[in-house]
């Protein structure tokens, strides 16, 4: 049975026969402080202020006030209240850690450690809403400065010390663990809330749907709010929107596990959690995961930086419905330039795109000065999607381009064309893991919208020597119609997985020793072209170079790139040099 927060707070909190509460804080932390805080009270005491130590710089002085300091404690009983509450802030600058007490990570409740010393103390720690306002349930996490995410391999092994011997028992003995929460809340007032709570399915079901109401009741004061739900673990028949949270600036949602096939999911509204992010104007960073659903329409977000969309494509089960979720919230280039075009200052963008429309010509580009990193999924058929959503978009920033290829070819790039969009970038990092088809003229339509390269990762079991030979620099001599891919790169990445080596010897997929050779030798910089005046040298352009291929074998007269002198030439020049060969 529930007990109610303004009955339990009408009294010092008391847990009986609940010892571990009371050593959770770090007391080293707090002796620290103390100490720290009773040497400059002794210090300004004694008429040794700052100040003073310019005036009298002799060494002698300076250890006398230290000796003076050290060997004339105050106690922190004795502090003023000025002086305690900043110790205070410092004890609780972490938040509050509720967890299950198995394995060695324990509840951590600072603000609570520091209201049970005594009466005076309890009276000032209430007074401060502030020390109760940052709580986390089920995991351990940190927020500061501009950062609110969190491993989530923290809270997937929490309990990794010990094995429960039925994981389908509820665990109810953290019903204690809630009037701890619920106290938190309570003491914080009307304070700004950051919050993380990580529900799992071996938490009892009453408590996971209670912990949700508290939270949802409060959104109006939430400033961080970070909210994990494993498979199932959602309360049923219960629908949780966000919606009034006009101070929030971190939030994180991962509802279930994010589907990247974005198959309609017959998910109801009350087995997801609705954002609204019309009325969420604070918002600084954005992710979302799973089965969450976006619903109104969003205002200006200009304050927002890091978006993060990889939710599922959560639609309800008649025909209708599913039709028009699948288009609101599969995303889809017109979508992604649709969400852009309200978040001016987007700093980072990562999003799934499973729909493979086109943006339709804009007379004016969508400028986005900000934008420096994009990590995009593409579903099959979305290539010329994105290349749409480029031509309509001035990126002057734009640095990093990540795509992965989820069961789909490199396919659709040679099509490109070429714009101003991805000039300035330097970074490209392709995965396409599950291609089995020649990549070669995709990616060099790819790579004539990015000269200024100087980063190329490239994961796929389609390399050949024909890609080698397209990143093999030729000789300007040969002609004027003479195209060189990515002229200034530094660093080049070339990985074939290795579940999927072929056993045939004719495979069009083995590169070839002298290729991976001339490939190198192209790329790297001699003395003579980097000398800029006698005896000064600018280093070499080109400095790492890791490559998991397979090769055909060295055999006896062949050139074996690990040991051919050139390449040991460039080694000792400064060449980060990696050959993993595969079976």
Known sequence: MMISVQQRDAKAFKIPNYRPLLPLIDMDCLSSVDSDAGAVLTTRKRGCSKDSDSDNSTGSSNFKRATMAISNPISILSLNSDVLLEIFEHACSTPATILRNVGPKKTVAPALV????????????????????????GGECSW?????????????????????????????????????????????????????????QYDVPKIREHLLNLVFVRQDRLMRFRLYCEQGALPEGKAYLLDKAPRLAFLEIEISEFDPELNPLAVSRSKAVSVDLSNLGSLRN??????VVIIGQANALESLQSVSLNHNNVAGTS??????????????????????????????????????DTVRPSPQRLLLRDLRRMHLTLQSGCAKGLNSLFENLELPKLWTLAI????????????????????????????????????????????LCTPGLQTLTLHTNCISPQTLSLLTLQPLANGPGTSNLCPELEKLFLMQSMNAATTDPESSFISSQRSIVDLISSRWRGLEEREVYPGEFRPSCFTDCFLRLRVTEVVDGQLNPRTAKNISSFIEQGLNFELDILP
């Not at 000032?124 to 020390?131: K, M, S, V």
């Not at 954005?286 to 089965?291: P, Q, R, V």
């Not at 609101?328 to 987007?346: D, E, H, K, Q, W």
């Open 114 to 137: 520091l209201s049970q010393v005594c009466r005076s103390w309890r009276t000032l720690a209430i007074a401060r809403p502030r020390l109760w306002s940052s709580l986390c349930w």
């Open 144 to 200: 500061g400065g501009e950062t609110f995410w969190v491993d989530k391999s923290d809270l997937d092994n929490t309990d990794t010390e010990e094995e429960d011997d039925d994981d389908d028992e509820p665990i109810v003995a953290d019903e204690r663990l809630v009037h701890l929460w619920d106290l938190y809340l309570s003491r914080s007032g009307k304070y700004l809330l950051n919050v993380s709570l990580s529900l799992f």
């Open 286 to 291: 954005l992710s979302l995961s799973g089965d």
């Open 319 to 356: 025909p209708t419905a599913l039709a028009l979720l699948s288009r609101r919230y599969a995303m889809s280039p017109s979508g992604i330039y649709s969400f852009l075009s309200v978040t001016p200052n987007i700093c980072w963008l990562e999003s799934a795109i499973g729909l493979s």
């Open 404 to 447: 992965i290829f989820y069961d789909s070819d490199l396919e659709g790039f040679r099509w490109w064309t070429k714009n101003s969009t991805l000039e300035t970038l330097t970074e490209l990092h392709l995965t396409c893991d599950c291609s089995h088809n020649p990549i070669d003229e995709d990616l060099r339509g790819l790579l």
